[in-house]
């Protein structure tokens, strides 16, 4: 059975003064009472679901029951007993801002980081950043960039340390370094 835990289909729109960057997260994979799903995200522009900027906040946790977001992975996981042992959902997200002619800055940084727990020993994690640069003074886009490491399966250890580093600028780094370094030792092994 193939396993699949990935970022896909990301584009980049731009709809009269709103840009969106659409993404999906699927998840098809074997699964224990372990399944647990975070997402968490922090923002240099607040927005409804992340009021505060420079601060993570962990979405799934808590929004799962009133975001239709999420609605798919929640009854995936709730009903995960009574189907098991395999867990399948998919979550599709639309981070997106609407230019505007107000004096604040319409650029926005959204980064993600995406925890995904299917066994003890399988979890997998993934960063992921969108970047959205104005020209204030034109009130045009000059950059839309959606970066994502794509996910990483890592130990207990490694997640509880990510965890740990939220508040600092780094951690999405830190996955993304071993997604990097993991891709190169399978290139080299090949």
Same mark, same amino acid.
């Given at each position: 059975?193939?396993?699949?835990?990935?970022?896909?289909?990301?584009?980049?729109?731009?709809?009269?003064?709103?840009?969106?960057?659409?993404?999906?997260?699927?998840?098809?994979?074997?699964?224990?009472?372990?399944?647990?799903?975070?997402?968490?995200?922090? +923002?240099?522009?607040?927005?409804?679901?992340?009021?505060?900027?420079?601060?993570?906040?962990?979405?799934?946790?808590?929004? %799962?029951?009133?975001?239709?977001?999420?609605?798919?992975?929640?009854?995936?996981?709730?009903?995960?007993? /009574?189907?098991?042992?395999?867990?399948?959902?998919?979550?599709?997200?639309?981070?997106?801002?609407?230019?505007?002619?107000? /004096?604040? +800055?319409?650029? %926005?940084?959204?980064?993600? @980081?995406?925890?995904?727990?299917?066994?003890?020993?399988?979890?997998?994690?993934?960063?992921?950043?969108?970047?959205?640069?104005?020209? &204030?003074?034109?009130?045009?886009?000059?950059? @839309?960039?959606?970066? +994502?490491?794509?996910?990483?399966?890592?130990?207990?250890?490694?997640?509880?340390?990510? %965890?740990?580093?939220? *508040?600092?600028?780094?951690?999405?780094? *830190? @996955?993304?370094? &071993?997604?990097? %370094?993991?891709?190169? /030792?399978?290139?080299? +092994?090949?």
């Amino acid at each position: 059975m193939k396993v699949m835990i990935q970022i896909c289909n990301v584009r980049s729109q731009i709809d009269g003064k709103k840009i969106i960057t659409p993404f999906d997260m699927e998840v098809d994979d074997i699964a224990d009472s372990n399944v647990k799903l975070e997402w968490w995200e922090w +923002t240099t522009k607040p927005y409804d679901a992340v009021p505060v900027a420079r601060i993570w906040e962990e979405l799934f946790a808590c929004h %799962r029951s009133d975001s239709s977001m999420f609605e798919d992975a929640g009854m995936a996981i709730d009903d995960w007993e /009574e189907e098991g042992p395999k867990i399948s959902f998919t979550i599709h997200d639309e981070p997106s801002i609407t230019i505007k002619n107000e /004096e604040e +800055t319409n650029s %926005r940084r959204l980064d993600f @980081i995406l925890i995904m727990q299917c066994t003890e020993e399988r979890i997998y994690a993934a960063a992921c950043r969108q970047e959205i640069e104005v020209d &204030e003074i034109k009130k045009e886009v000059k950059k @839309i960039e959606f970066l +994502t490491s794509g996910f990483v399966c890592m130990p207990s250890d490694d997640i509880e340390n990510i %965890r740990g580093k939220m *508040q600092e600028d780094t951690v999405l780094d *830190q @996955i993304i370094e &071993e997604y990097e %370094r993991l891709k190169m /030792e399978a290139i080299l +092994t090949v």
